[in-house]
């Protein structure tokens, strides 16, 4: 009897893991990959390091984002962290 409620305990334990740390971290990957495979020109964005900057060119891995005047920088897609909203 006692190694029943051991083993219901265990795997009571690791779906409790599961609801509350990996399938929302899921969630969270599944929606910035498709914010990322949306991404257009002309989209103002933010990057993982804090870089404000519009999107100027889109490649496969990369996009070149344009942050100032005559200053562009290629950054990997992965590491646009949002999309802002024009205010």
Sequence with gaps: MSDIVFILYIV????????LLIRPQQVRQ???ME????LKVNDPV??????YGTVV??????VTLKI????????????????????
Excluded: W
């Design 68 to 87: 100032a005047d005559n200053v562009k920088i290629e950054v990997l897609r992965t590491s646009i962290a949002q999309v802002r909203r024009e205010s």
């Design 57 to 62: 060119k889109l490649k496969d891995d990369t």
């Design 12 to 19: 009571g334990l690791f779906a409790l893991l599961y609801f």
């Design 30 to 32: 599944k929606k910035h």
């Design 46 to 51: 933010i990057t993982a390091g804090g870089i």
């Design 35 to 38: 914010m990322i495979k949306n």
